[in-house]
């Protein structure tokens, strides 16, 4: 059973930084995607960042170039988001999520099976 369990969230003043990471466990393809959600009070689920695990490649929110960066760790079957210079329109839950067997990875929330279950980050003026 495929379980994304997400930790590193908090409360921190806009310029800040903070990592995420979401834990993997209970799958066995070596093609496919990862990637970050958030959903703030009142607003949609928007796509953060995406990363094609075969290819390592990357996908951004226009909002977030420059600011943040996915990655992950093979080894330990951890996903990352290290967001710098936070601003307070950062805030909101944010989700890690996971498609196996892709072939490709997108940054559409509708592409991914798997969720977890959310961390929240706050981002103080």
């Known amino acids: 059973q495929v379980q ?5 969230g908090g409360s921190v003043q806009a310029g800040g930084s903070l990592r995420l990471s979401c834990a993997a466990s209970g799958y066995t393809s070596s093609r496919y995607c990862m990637g970050w959600f958030r959903q703030a009070p009142g607003k949609e689920r928007e796509g953060v960042a995406t990363i094609y695990i075969s ?4 996908i951004y929110a226009d909002s977030v170039k420059g600011r943040f960066t996915i ?8 996903l990352y988001l290290q967001m710098n210079s936070l601003k307070p329109e950062d805030t909101a839950m944010y989700y890690c999520a996971a498609r196996f067997f892709s072939g490709y990875c997108t940054i559409d929330a509708s592409f991914f099976s798997y969720w977890g279950q959310g961390t929240q980050v706050t981002v103080s003026s």
Do not use: P
């Open 4 to 8: 994304l369990v997400e930790s590193g």
């Open 55 to 58: 290819g390592r490649s990357t």
């Open 71 to 78: 990655s992950q760790d093979n080894a330990k079957n951890t």
